[in-house]
Nanobody
Framework: QVQLVESGGGLVQPGGSLRLSCAAS????????VGWYRQAPGKQRELVAA???????NYADSVKGRFTISRDNAKKAVYLQMNSLKPEDTAVYYC?????????????WGQGTQVTVSS
């Protein structure tokens, strides 16, 4: 079982930065792939960035070069550093953890944190 709690969202001006945190509890975090997703009003939820248990990462094209995902397994945390924010980055950001146990996929979500980019 993994529980996830996001924090760090808020209101920021275009060009500004925010750092989102995802705090996890549970025993499976270190073996889980973790992703940040976002969902804007009227749009589907999309993957923003992901980091695997070994540390490899991937990003949506729209955030490459601006966002950085990282993890600290000792602290059971994943971070999303967001720079050069744009109004189109406005969305609720969700943390997701995915792992496979005994052949069964397990998928966990946090409650989300609002990011608003506006002047």
């Amino acid at each position: 079982q993994v529980q996830l709690v996001e924090s760090g969202g808020g209101l920021v001006q275009p060009g500004g930065s925010l750092r989102l945190s995802c705090a996890a509890s549970g025993s499976r975090f270190s073996t889980s792939a973790v992703g940040w997703y976002r969902q804007a009003p009227g749009k589907q939820r999309e993957l923003v960035a992901a980091i695997r248990s070994g540390g490899s990462t991937n990003y949506a094209d729209s955030v490459k070069g601006r966002f950085t995902i990282s993890r600290d397994n000792a602290k059971k945390a994943v971070y999303l550093q967001m720079n050069s924010l744009k109004p189109e980055d406005t969305a609720v950001y969700y943390c997701n953890a995915y792992t496979i146990v005994a052949g069964n996929p397990l998928d966990y979500w946090g409650q989300g944190t609002q990011v608003t980019v506006s002047s």
